[in-house]
């Protein structure tokens, strides 16, 4: 009889994973693609290694093994944290695995040999990532949980670097060569990133507001932030170069601030600009949605327009408020790598080069810090928001 | 004592509130009953000026409205509304404390009125005060919304359907609660809903409103028995009109010397109560008790019957 009620034994607990099937054949093509290049110098063809080439043969033997167990337990139901954990020993796998690999690659004393991670490794980095989100999707991690998790994985990352596993990779001898640009690029991007995001809040928050209080206001202003944001933003750069000119010859004391018509001021008041339609339409949007009822009961108690502004319909709009925010912090980490093209800095800087001298490697110096910094920045400001709006319905 | 002057509210061409002149006595529960678009909503919003007059005056105990400063004057009328609009980002006790917190009372102050408030709705501090209005039922959100209008000693309270959103039985529990508190506190209350049941249940005086007039202002025992117009009288429901009638006495006034069987019934049961009682057990009379307890009479079904028909 129980056997119509219930699926046979076996196939319940082996059943396949859904996500876990396109997990494992990712590890697959991963495992079969080549796993690291190796370059003779940093700008020639490189040639490409497979994992068994890669790698010593009992790192090779452990990396079988590795991507073996991972497509094992994601293909099959097995429970999240058993799969978190996985995730978790399988990056740490991979991460010691590519450092190996330069150390096995690199001919000894060679200082012009590159070895970087090729096709496969980004495939197996991806299939981990997957499983990694997924299970902690599956999880439920609360917002605090999911920071905590964040700055576990960053320590983990800062060790990885510090002990120097990976300083034979290619990415790290370019940033051997330019460290100190590179913190000051890295400096220069988060003062874009950030800084128009701060000037953005400062003038769409109160925007949002009076564009919620005059009906009139919202369809012009809206209409028109909406029109910037369809600039393409070389194109936006490139029509405040002559503006921004004009405003350094004439305005006193404007070239001394740093407004030039190239540099950090047009790409800074660039990302301003694309800044404002997300932090403006979702204060609207936010206080828009403050239920009605208890606008008028705060009214019909005595607060005066202002308190009921600070008091009732902000903290109530903050949580969408917050989403404008995170909206703009990731765009603009993104974007401020365009800034580089007319001499803002920042991590654009290195990939323009890299661009220019074909070296992907420098490529990779600006991409990397840049991902990395915008999935921070996602998952602390996502956080932040359900941590906000968790004490309410 | 609130005196409405001529009141009327026009929006473009549409006439709201048309004229309403009526006296509301310090101490009484006033209802005012309508149908949706009747105005009775916009008549009481002109009260705290959460609506502005288009012509027209209020006076409460003697002072014009007009002439106060909107928020002075809104902080001193209770204000509660159907869906309660609670401050869902903010505790029980905060909620409950908002008004006498614009108003500047000392912490101490505040902590005990809304310490007070909380136990004469019966709602335990202890559990309550901290809680968010979303962990509450819709019982307790609603008598927490009516405890925060009262939080500031307001001599009137203003209520919009305030039992609107409640389920029948609940309902019932925070009429008969309202009714208590508000002899207990004497505390003049307008209250505005579109259900005549309530308005019997509860007015001491029912304005009944259509169309932005005022048809009839009277007490519930004179409306049900000469309705101003055929339209209160259809609000009436002429069908029920005998059962309303019953409802508004209590056996204590229609008590009589004598024996009668069965189960006892109180003497300040509502009369349509113990008519069906009567009807139900198939008994043409029942025994009355007291408050303590004591058999004092009984009361019968012609004098039932009697006392449900016009008076003659």
New interface residues.
Partial sequence: MAAFVAPPVGIARLGLDKLGVVVAALLAVGAASPFAVFRANRIVAGEAKFFFAALPALAAALFALAVLGAAAISLFRTSARTRLATAIVFAVALAGLIGVAADHLTPTGDRYARVAPAAGFWALTFAGSILFADSVVRLKLGPLARVLALALGAAAFALALWSGLWNELSILKEYATRADVFWREAGAHLVLAVGSLAAAVVVGLPLGVLMERRRGLRAPALNTLNAIQTIPSIALFGMLIGPLGWVSNHVPGAAALGVHGIGAAPAFLALFLYSLLPMAANTVVGLDNV?R????????????SR?QLFS?EL??ALPVILTGVRIVLVQNIGLATIAALIGGGGFGVFVFAGLGQTAPDLILLGALPTVLLAFAAAIVLDATVEFVSG??? | MIAIEGLRKVYGVDVAVDEVSMIVEAGALTVIVGASGSGKSTLVRMI?R?VEPTSGRVWIDGADTAELP???????IG?A?????????RTVAQNIA??PT?LGWDRRRIDARVGELLHLFQLDPAIFARR?P?ELSGGQQQRV?VA??LAAEPKLL?MDEPFGALDPLVRAKAQDDLKAIQRQLSTTIILVTHDMEEAIRLGDRIAVMDRGKLLQYAPPAEILVHPATPFVAALIGVGDRPFRLLSLETVAQAVEPGEAEGAVVAADADLRGVLAELLWSRRAAAPVAGGDGRVIGRVTLARLIDRAGTPT
């Fill in positions: 239920p009822d208890v606008v008028d009961a705060a009214r019909g108690m005595g607060m005066t308190q009732v903290p109530l004490a309410r319905p | 705290n959460l909107v928020h002075e004057l809104r902080r001193r204000y509304i159907q869906s309660h609009g609670l401050f869902p980002h908002t008004v614009l968010h979303h919304g925060r209008a203003l």
